[in-house]
């Protein structure tokens, strides 16, 4: 099976709006796709590792 | 060019014209000037009697008596006198009198021939197989992309990995199935009876490594 580049994909929607309003909140559009295996998947709660985060105390501070 | 009602529907009978607002009768507004002024009436200071300061007597300082210390009289320490200690008088327990139960039902009665007694199904030694944690992981990775495909259908990376992923697990989820019986009710493939022997869900204790302990 061929192995499709990442540059091969046209999204239907853009990464963001393309003219932006100030005030507004807009989220990005998924763009990539690297997955990890299905046994770490399990662990994270889900297959892409960029919406993996971990809260931590003090992050956003 | 405004539109009226009236013109708009001539045939109609006229409307009665809106009562005046109906306000409370004022009354007149006296002219202060007409008022007599009003005086206050001054009234004689009373002043305050002096009474005359009354020195405090002084009173003589009473001394304390002294009273002599009467010393407690040092009384002979009795001892206490050592009484035999008395055991209890051991009562001879009353047995209930066993009165013999009267059965009123004489004869037994007789067990139905069509209906063989249930024996429950022997799952002293349950076995769960770790591919079924195997099999979850995979489940829930399809899920997943799946949900990423809602959104992006003409992605060809998440199908082609889907169709990947999908191909495993059905063959995974063939060879549990072979082993232990349909997964859910409406798999057509292995022995139907087999998941009476399996433990039930709520006995699998899954860990974090993938590993399975059968608590019973």
């Not at chain 2, 009354?27 to 001054?42: A, C, L, T, Y």
């Not at chain 2, 055991?87 to 069509?114: G, Y």
Request: contains cysteine; aromatic residues 8%.
């Amino acid at each position: 099976m061929a192995e499709i580049k990442d540059q091969e994909f046209m999204p239907i929607v853009p990464f963001m709006p393309t003219n932006p309003q100030y005030g507004n909140a807009y989220v990005p559009y998924q763009m990539d796709f690297d997955i990890v295996e299905p046994r770490e998947a399990m662990e994270m709660g889900t297959v892409f590792p960029s919406l993996f985060s971990q809260y931590e105390e003090g992050e956003s501070l | 060019m405004i539109e009226r009602f009236d013109d708009r529907f001539p045939n109609l009978p006229n409307r009665p014209t809106p009562n005046p607002i109906e306000r409370p009768i004022e009354k007149p507004i006296e002219n202060p000037i007409n008022k007599p002024i009003e005086r206050p009436i001054q009234k004689p200071i009373e002043k305050p009697i002096e009474k005359p300061i009354q020195k405090p007597i002084q009173k003589p300082i009473q001394k304390p008596i002294e009273k002599p210390i009467q010393k407690p009289i040092e009384k002979p320490i009795q001892k206490p006198i050592e009484k035999p200690i008395q055991k209890p008088i051991q009562k001879p327990i009353e047995k209930p009198i066993q009165k013999p139960i009267e059965n009123p039902i004489l004869k037994p009665i007789e067990s139905p021939t069509t209906c063989p007694p249930y024996t429950m199904p022997n799952r002293n030694k349950p076995q769960a197989d770790p591919a079924l944690v195997r099999i979850m992981q995979y489940q829930f990775a399809i899920y997943d992309i799946a949900l990423y495909l809602d959104t992006h259908p003409n992605d060809t990376r998440a199908l082609t990995t889907r169709q990947r992923l999908a191909s495993e697990l059905h063959e995974m989820t063939m060879a549990y199935e072979e082993k232990h019986g349909p997964m859910n009710l409406f798999s057509h493939h292995g022995d139907y009876a087999k998941y009476v022997n399996e433990p039930w869900p709520w006995d699998i204790r899954f860990s974090k490594e993938g590993k399975i302990n059968v608590d019973i």
